[in-house]
């Protein structure tokens, strides 16, 4: 009887968490592609995005509660969409919220910190790069993942320069990135502010 009744109790544990993982909030994410901006909701099941969206199973971001922007303009409500992840460039978590370290394949290797600015189709993204180790952008570039997190990003629009997104986490496109810069990270941001590749994206955006 004290054998059954641990095999019902394990069981009960095991219900609790099947119902606690099924009652977890979707996830508010924002998908900018070529076409559109979108704003959705995302159940990623308590997965990192990055691994989401790296995982070979689906071609597509499930959504739901989705609103389609483009040009700045609301343009579409629809209950569920499914977005083809080659056609996404930059997947963003929006708010605050952050991915869960613990969910990182190789969570517990050290890690360092670096600078980027990447340039993907229109959007400018700068923000930090978690490496285990200095990599030039020609080695992060044919790594295997299709997609890459940039934390702390803010992504500049090329065509509404003045208003800059600020994304938790900012997931690239590897496969669609033009160029790429990686450098040291600082205490102060001055380094990078300076830095020629920043200036001339800047530049650009603006129209200088």
């Not at 810069?181 to 020629?196: L, Q, V």
Request: charged content about 25%.
């Amino acid at each position: 009887m004290d054998d059954v009744a641990e095999l019902l109790k394990n069981l009960s544990v095991c219900q609790s968490l099947v119902r606690k993982t099924d009652e977890s909030p979707a996830t508010a994410i924002r998908l900018l592609t070529t076409g559109f901006e979108i704003h959705a909701d995302c159940d990623l099941g308590g997965r990192r995005m990055s691994d989401v969206m790296n995982q070979s199973i689906s071609g597509y971001m499930e959504c739901t509660n989705a609103s389609l922007f483009r040009r700045g303009q609301k343009i579409d409500h629809v209950d569920s969409v499914k977005v083809r992840k080659p056609e996404i460039m930059i997947a963003g978590i929006a708010g605050n919220h952050h991915e869960a370290a613990e969910k990182r394949i190789g969570s517990r290797r050290a890690l360092q910190l670096f600078q980027a600015v990447v340039a993907i189709d229109r959007w400018i993204v700068r923000g930090r790069l978690h490496m285990t180790s200095n990599k030039t952008v020609k080695e992060f570039l044919h790594a295997n993942r299709d997609f890459f997190p940039v934390a702390d990003a803010s992504v500049i629009d090329a065509e509404s320069p003045e208003s800059p997104q600020q994304m938790s986490v900012a997931i690239v496109n590897r496969a669609r990135v033009s160029f790429m810069e990686i450098t040291e990270f600082e205490e102060s941001e001055s380094a990078s502010e300076t830095s020629p590749v920043v200036r001339l994206l800047q530049e650009d955006a603006v129209g200088g």
